[in-house]
């Protein structure tokens, strides 16, 4: 029953050594997000994918790239983490540019020692 | 610059009483404001979205309210349960069809 799935939901990695978060929908929706949630914080927009349309938000660090080969799979690149990396990352989907309610995934909590 | 902002960052009430959670918007005017629901290490779920021109939407024992006035947003919780202790979130659209969020407000519901 499962319509924004995450993979994996907790992810351990080195200083620096790249790392990969998977994003899968059920939905067939066009538009995907990613989201970086800090401890306490508001979810903070990455970038995003209207169908293959990729789009960076300016203050996104180099450093994350992401990838949507199709319409039901996205996902995060970290080349070189950093600590300050560490956080909770949302993948969350809507059906079009002007739909307004998005569909959250459960998250992937990335932690860099 | 435009500002949606939940100033209380904690909410502790009794079980059976009614929550109220604010979200105040500066230096624009959003078509629509939206609440969601995160659980600890979970995504925001959704739960009422309500537009410039409404003043009140309702869903079971939710209920929120927009005041173009005040720049304000009110939700509702009536007869509060320790299930409903959870970080509830405002948000208004962003440029790029995203949610820019406010910084959430946790709600302790004490049995």
Known sequence: DAMVIQNPRYQVTQFGKPVTLSCSQTLNHN??????????QAPKLLFHYYDKDFNNEAD????????????????LD??????????????????GQAGETQYFGPGTRLLVL | SQKIEQNSEALNIQEGKTA??????????????????????????????????????????????????LKQSLFHITASQ?????????????????LIF?????LSVKP
């Open chain 2, 82 to 98: 320790p299930a409903d202790s959870a970080t509830y979130l405002c948000a208004r659209g962003g440029s790029q069809g995203n």
């Open chain 2, 102 to 106: 406010g910084k959430g407000t946790k």
């Open chain 1, 31 to 40: 538009v995907m997000y990613w989201y970086q949630q800090k401890s306490s």
């Open chain 2, 20 to 69: 109220t959670l604010t979200c105040n918007y500066t230096n624009y005017s959003p078509a629509y404001l939206q609440w969601y629901r995160q659980d600890p290490g979970r995504g925001p779920v959704f739960l009422l979205l309500i537009r410039e021109n409404e003043k009140e939407k309702r869903k079971e024992r939710l209920k929120v309210t927009f005041d173009t006035t």
């Open chain 1, 78 to 95: 970290i080349r070189s983490p950093g600590l300050g990396d560490a956080a909770m990352y949302l993948c969350a989907t809507k059906p």
């Open chain 1, 60 to 75: 996104t660090p180099d450093n994350f790239q992401s990838r949507r080969p199709n319409t039901s799979f996205c996902f």
